[in-house]
C-alpha cells in the first residue's frame, strides 16, 4: 500500500461518519471516502459550501493558497457568529421604530447573503437560535419574500421548470450539481400560504421548508433541492408587472398542467430514486389530484393536506388532554371548521379518522365521527344541499334534518353555526385574517368546553383568524389558543400569561421526511403519518398540557423531529414497507428496538451536523493538500 493510500485510509477511519465530497459530486454519509478538493485561492472563498471566511487558519491559508486574501486575525465559529449577531443587533436597535416588516426583510436579506457565501456559519446559526431566525428565513416572513422576490432576487437556488421545458425534464435534472438529493420541496406557487397565486415567486416557500429540513432534521444541505415549477400565473399584478421574473402567461390547467408534473415526477425519482417529495402550496384543486395520482407510485407526500392535518390532531389530542379528559374522550369534542380547502379537508378526514380509531374503526364508528364535525367555507355551512360538493367533503356536508333541528341551513354563517354548535373547537383554515371578529368570539363565549380552544391557522401573520390578544380578551383567559404563525404570548394581567402555542406543520414535515428517508419506504402511508402525529401529542408533557401547552415551543425541534421519525420508521417497519437506507437493509431496521431506532435516527441527524459544521475544517485541515497535490498531479 503506498503511503499516500495509507494516509487516505487513516483519514477516513479517524473521521468515520463524516461526508466527503469527491470531485464535484457528493456522496452519501456511509462512504467515508476522502474528498478531492479541484478549488483553491479565491474560488475557495467564492464557494459558500468550502468558504470559512476569517475562520481559515493560518495553516489552511497557506495550503489553500489563501494567505494575502483574508484579514490577518483568525476567528473561531463562534467568534464569527458573535461578530455576525452583534451586526444583526445593531440593525435590530436602530430600526427598533420602524415598520416590523422592514426590519424582518431587512434580517432576511442579511441573513440571505449569509447563505450565499457561507453555508456552514449561516446553518450553524440557524441552528443555535432556531427560535430567533426561524420566523425569518421560515413563516411569516418568507410569505412577504415570496411577495417581494422578482424585486429581491439576487441568486439563483434551487431549480426552476417551466412550461417552456415540456419534453427536456429528464436531461435538465443533469443540471444540477448533487449526485444525491434526499428531500425535494416543489410548488407551483398557486397558493403561497394566505396569499394566493405568487407564479414563480413562490420558490421562497420551498428554500424556507428545506432550510428547516437542514436545520430540524439534520439533512444535509447539499442534498436538498428546493423545485419551481412554473406553469403560469393568474395574478394579474404579476402578469402585467415588467419585472416579474416567471412565465407571463395564464396557468396551464387540465391533462397539459398533469402532463407537466407528471414529467418533473419522473425525472426526479429517474435521477434520485431515493428522494421525497414535498409537495407545497400547490391550490387546492390540484393538491388532492396530485396526492391521489403520485401517493402510491412516489415516495411523496402533500405538506398541507397530511403535514397539517397530522400537526392539528395532535394539537386537538393536546387540547382534549388540557381540559383534563382523557384522550378517549376526542370522539365528543364539537369542531367547527371555517375553511374547506386543502388543509381544511386534510384535518377534517384525519381528524375524523383518529376518532373513528378510537370507537372502534367500524363503519358506525366514522359516522358517528363525521357527527362531530362543522365545515364552514366561503359560503357558509355546508350541508348535503350545496352544489358540486367535492367527493372528499361530502362526508361532512350537514344532513339537511339535522340542520333544520339546529335552526340552521345550508350556508348558515360562521357567527350563526358557533352560536348554534357551541364547539370546543373553533378551528380556522381559511386563508382569511380577522375572520374569527368580535362577533364570533363573543359566539364562541358559549361554548360548553372548560377549556374552548381557538385555532387560528392561516399564515403569514396578517392572515391568522384573530390574534392572541383578540382571543384571551373575548373569549376568557381559560381559553386555548394556537396560531399558525408565531405570535408573543399575551399578559392577562395578575401574573397570568395567555399562551400562544404555534401549530405550525413546521412539527411534522422534518420528521416525516428524514423517517421516510431513513426507513427506505417506497411510499408514505397514512400509517406512517398517523404515528408521526401521535407522537407529536406525545411528546408534550402533563403539566405542559395544563398550562395551555398543545404544542412544544421550536427551540425543541431538533428533539421533536428525531421522535417523529423514530416513530414513521417504526410504523414503516410494522407495515413492511421499510427497505432501508443508508448502511442499514430491511432485515438489520428490523432487529432494532425502539430505543435503537432513536440512536439510529440521533447518528444520522448528528452525521449531517457534523458533515456541516465540521467538514470544511477536517477536509481541508486534514486532508486538503494531499488532495490538492494530488490534483495538480493530473
Ligand atoms: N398552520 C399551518 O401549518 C398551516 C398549514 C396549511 C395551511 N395553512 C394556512 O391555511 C390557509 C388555507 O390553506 P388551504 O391550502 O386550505 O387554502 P385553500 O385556498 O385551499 O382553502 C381556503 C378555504 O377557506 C375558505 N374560505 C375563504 N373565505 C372564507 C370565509 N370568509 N369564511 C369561511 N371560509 C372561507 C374557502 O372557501 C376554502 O375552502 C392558508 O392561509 C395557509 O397558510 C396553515
Ligand atoms: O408555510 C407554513 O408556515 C405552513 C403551511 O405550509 C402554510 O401553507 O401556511
Ligand atoms: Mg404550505
Redesign the pocket.
Known amino acids: 500500500m503506498s503511503n499516500f493510500s495509507r494516509q487516505v485510509r487513516l483519514s477516513s477511519t479517524l473521521i468515520r461518519g463524516i461526508q466527503y465530497r469527491i470531485s464535484r459530486s457528493f456522496t452519501t454519509i456511509e462512504c467515508h471516502r476522502p474528498t478531492i478538493l479541484h478549488k483553491k485561492g479565491v474560488d475557495i472563498l467564492h464557494n459558500p459550501w468550502f468558504n470559512k471566511g476569517t475562520a481559515f487558519s493560518m495553516t489552511e491559508r497557506d495550503r489553500l493558497e489563501l494567505r494575502g486574501l483574508l484579514p490577518p486575525n483568525i476567528m473561531t465559529d463562534e467568534q464569527q457568529i458573535e461578530r455576525f449577531m452583534t451586526e444583526l443587533k445593531k440593525l435590530e436597535m436602530n430600526a427598533r421604530d420602524g415598520p416590523s416588516d422592514t426590519i424582518s426583510l431587512a434580517k432576511w436579506r442579511i441573513l440571505n447573503r449569509l447563505h450565499d457565501r457561507n453555508e456552514t456559519m449561516y446553518y450553524k446559526l440557524l441552528m443555535a437560535n432556531i427560535k430567533e431566525y426561524a420566523p425569518i428565513v421560515y413563516t411569516p416572513t418568507v410569505g412577504l419574500v415570496c411577495q417581494k422576490y422578482s424585486g429581491l432576487f439576487r441568486r439563483p437556488r434551487g431549480m426552476y421548470f417551466s412550461a417552456l421545458d415540456r419534453g427536456e425534464m429528464m436531461s435538465m435534472v443533469y443540471n444540477w450539481p448533487a449526485e444525491q438529493v434526499d428531500m425535494i420541496v416543489v410548488t407551483d406557487g398557486s397558493?403561497i400560504?394566505?396569499l394566493g397565486d405568487l407564479g414563480v415567486q413562490g420558490i421562497g416557500i420551498a428554500i424556507g421548508k428545506l432550510d428547516l429540513y437542514v436545520a430540524a432534521a439534520g439533512i444535509n444541505p447539499q442534498r436538498v433541492l428546493p423545485i419551481m415549477i412554473d406553469v403560469g400565473t393568474n395574478n394579474e399584478n404579476l402578469l402585467e408587472n415588467p419585472l416579474y421574473l416567471g412565465l407571463q402567461e395564464r396557468r396551464l390547467e387540465g391533462e397539459e398542467y398533469l402532463s407537466i408534473i407528471d414529467e418533473l415526477m419522473e425525472a426526479v425519482f429517474n435521477r434520485w430514486p431515493h428522494v421525497i417529495v414535498q409537495f407545497e402550496d400547490f391550490?387546492?384543486k390540484w393538491?388532492s389530484t396530485l396526492l391521489h395520482r403520485y401517493r402510491n407510485t412516489y415516495r411523496m407526500f402533500n405538506d398541507?393536506v397530511q403535514g397539517?392535518a397530522g400537526?392539528v390532531v395532535a394539537g386537538l389530542l393536546g387540547a382534549v388532554r388540557a381540559q383534563e379528559k382523557m384522550m378517549i374522550d376526542f370522539p365528543k369534542q364539537n369542531i367547527v371548521v371555517?375553511?374547506?380547502?386543502?388543509?381544511?379537508v386534510g384535518v377534517v378526514k384525519a381528524a375524523r379518522r383518529t376518532m373513528a380509531r378510537m370507537l372502534g374503526d367500524s363503519k358506525a364508528a366514522y359516522d358517528s365521527a363525521r357527527s362531530q364535525f362543522w365545515v364552514?367555507?366561503?359560503d357558509g355551512l355546508i350541508t348535503e344541499e350545496r352544489a358540486g360538493i367535492d367527493n372528499e367533503l361530502k362526508p361532512f356536508a350537514r344532513k339537511i334534518n339535522e340542520t333544520k333541528r339546529r335552526g340552521l341551513r345550508e350556508g348558515a354563517t360562521?357567527v350563526e353555526v358557533v352560536q348554534e354548535v357551541k364547539p370546543d373547537v373553533l378551528l380556522g383554515?381559511?386563508?382569511?385574517g380577522g375572520?374569527f371578529s368580535k362577533e364570533v368570539l363573543e359566539a364562541f363565549r358559549g361554548s360548553t368546553s372548560t377549556r374552548p380552544a381557538i385555532f387560528a391557522?392561516?399564515?403569514p401573520t396578517m392572515?391568522a383568524e384573530c390574534t392572541p390578544e383578540e382571543a384571551f380578551s373575548v373569549v376568557g383567559k381559560h381559553i386555548i389558543f394556537a396560531s399558525?404563525s408565531p405570535f408573543q404570548n399575551v399578559d392577562l394581567g395578575s401574573g397570568d400569561i395567555g399562551y400562544c402555542n404555534q401549530?405550525?406543520?413546521m412539527y411534522l414535515f422534518p420528521g416525516i421526511g428524514l423517517g421516510t428517508l431513513l426507513s427506505g419506504a417506497r411510499v408514505i402511508s397514512d400509517g406512517m403519518l398517523q404515528a408521526a402525529a401521535e407522537c407529536l401529542a406525545e411528546c408534550m408533557k402533563e403539566d405542559e398540557v395544563v398550562n395551555g401547552m398543545i404544542y412544544p415551543p421550536i427551540s425543541r425541534i431538533r428533539e421533536i423531529t428525531k421522535s417523529v421519525a423514530a416513530a414513521v420508521i417504526s410504523e414503516a417497519i410494522e407495515e413492511d414497507l421499510a427497505e432501508g437506507y443508508r448502511g442499514m437493509n430491511s432485515r438489520d431496521l428490523q432487529r432494532l428496538n425502539k430505543e435503537e431506532i432513536l440512536v439510529h435516527v440521533e447518528n444520522n441527524m448528528s452525521h449531517a451536523k457534523d458533515a456541516l459544521i465540521k467538514r470544511p475544517q477536517l477536509e481541508i485541515n486534514k486532508i486538503g493538500i494531499r488532495f490538492l497535490g494530488e490534483c495538480k498531479r493530473r
Do not use: F, K
Open positions: 397558493r400560504m394566505g391550490q387546492s393538491a398541507d397539517t400537526v371555517a375553511g374547506a380547502g386543502s388543509a381544511g364552514v367555507d366561503v360562521l383554515l381559511s386563508g382569511v375572520l391557522l392561516s399564515n392572515n399558525g401549530g405550525n406543520n
